[in-house]
């Protein structure tokens, strides 16, 4: 199993940008694919985007399409959220995600993904 730490949340006002960074111990994060999901108060988790094990495709939720970009550095073990144009919905708790199968260009459910970091609190003053 992969560990993996979460970096980058904060407070930011409406319009702003954020960028998050989940850093991933083992020899093997390349085999992975990679996913992020968010969970607010009172609400289930949910997906947000994926990238594949190399990087070259990702797919994201309606809600975020546009406006987030997920990427990988394999060399570096890390996997990123640039946040931009954020909104006050787009508070949440953000949690990074590993998945030993196949990459679909489709939404993901957690239960889809195996391993989870701690999470890191992002939340958007209106």
């Known amino acids: 199993q992969v560990q993996l730490v979460e970096s980058g949340g904060g407070l930011v006002q409406a319009g702003g940008s954020l960028r998050l960074s989940c850093a991933a111990s083992?020899?093997?994060?390349?085999?992975?694919?990679m996913g992020w999901f968010r969970q607010a108060p009172g609400k289930e988790r949910e997906f947000v985007a994926a990238?594949?094990?190399?990087?070259?495709?990702?797919y994201y939720a309606d809600s975020v399409k546009g406006r987030f970009t997920i990427s990988r550095d394999n060399a570096k073990n890390t996997v990123y959220l640039q946040m931009n144009s954020l909104k006050p919905e787009d508070t949440a708790v953000y949690y990074c995600a590993a998945r030993n199968g196949p990459y679909y260009s489709r939404s993901y459910y957690p239960a889809d993904f195996g391993s989870w970091g701690q999470g890191t609190q992002v939340t958007v003053s209106a």
């Open positions: 990238v594949a094990r190399g990087g070259g495709s990702t």
């Open positions: 083992g020899r093997t994060f390349s085999s992975y694919v």
